[in-house]
């Protein structure tokens, strides 16, 4: 019996299937089979029904998932302590929202990098869904989004949260004025992309508030920035992200009788119990948030 033959078994109890465990192993559904072939010759039992669609354990088969599970931590965690997340892999697929590449998240990778040199990371930014996606089908490792819908398929962990402004260059001299909703109505608002969370919010709570602005979706938070800098409109966007420009004299954030709903930030990995690393990589992203922004209670 083997470490290999139990993660196998543990993806095919939880994904109720020999291809899906196969898909996130990176490998074939034949090579899943021969493992659990021979991890039922070992044991003398048969582990799964595969008389329907999907593989469904057998009384053995539950009793084995307890022992796997706690087997398979416990390897990991050996690896974690005494051979650092370097132990486990030397390739980490990270993925992040634009929000979060643009604040805390180089300050985090430095930490990694000046860490554990050896190892090398991917880095997608895209928007929060389409990284869930990505997490879903094991494209990504770990992904520093917007909080998604709770899932058994994931661990969701909370990082931090954003509180959403408006910004306008000094050139507009909207600065001494309170603004309402109605203030807004001749400017043109540029926030994020249309097909994303941040830009339904700002909608539906316009649509809430009986208005209807030149709300205009932008696909690269720089870009959004940039226009607003240059006088072309208002930037509805986290605070953080705005940092720079407000400090430089570029963005000024203006007076507002109402509150634009804040972004809710998360680190989601699967719910793995072979990848402690990632675990690891969470509770950093916690601590580095906590330092820049304070802490989330």
């Known amino acids: 019996m083997t470490f290999e033959q139990l993660h196998s078994f543990y993806l095919i109890a939880k994904y109720g299937s020999f ?19 021979m991890l039922e010759q070992f044991l003398k039992t048969t582990l799964f029904d595969r008389d329907g669609y999907r593989a469904k354990l057998t009384s053995d088969g539950h009793r084995l998932l307890v022992h796997a599970e706690h087997l398979l931590r416990l390897k990991e965690q050996a690896i974690v302590e005494i051979s650092g997340i370097e132990g486990t892999q030397s390739l980490i697929r ?13 300050n985090f990778i430095a930490h990694i990098t000046s860490s554990y040199p050896a190892i090398s990371f991917d880095l997608r930014v895209a928007p929060s869904q389409h990284l869930l ?8 490792d770990i992904a520093f989004l917007i909080t998604p819908p709770p899932s058994s398929s994931l661990v969701i962990d909370p990082l931090c949260t954003f509180d959403m402004v408006l910004a306008a260059a000094p050139l507009m001299k909207l600065e001494r ?26 909608r539906q709570q316009l649509i809430r508030a009986g208005f209807t602005l030149k709300l205009n979706g932008v696909s690269s938070l720089e870009t959004c920035i ?7 409109g208002i930037a509805a966007l986290p605070e953080p992200t705005l940092n720079r420009s407000i400090k430089e004299g570029r963005l000024t954030v203006l007076d507002t009788t109402f509150q634009l709903e ?22 950093w992203a916690s601590q580095r948030c906590d330092e820049i922004y304070g802490s989330k209670d």
Request: aromatic residues 10%; glycine residues 4%; negative net charge.
């Open 94 to 106: 990270f993925g992040a929202s634009d929000s979060m590449a643009q604040t805390w998240l180089p």
């Open 177 to 202: 004025t309170k603004i309402d909703y109605g203030d807004l109505q001749e400017f043109n608002i540029f926030t994020f992309d249309k097909h994303t969370i941040p830009y339904q919010n700002i």
């Open 19 to 37: 291809q899906k465990a196969a898909d996130y192993l990176h490998t074939t559904q034949p090579t899943i089979s021969a493992r659990i072939r």
């Open 226 to 232: 940039r226009l607003a800098e240059e006088g072309l």
């Open 133 to 140: 996606d990505d997490l879903l089908e094991h494209k990504l």
């Open 262 to 283: 804040p972004l809710i930030f998360s680190t989601a990995y699967p719910n793995d119990p072979s990848a402690p690393s990632r675990r690891r990589l969470s509770e």
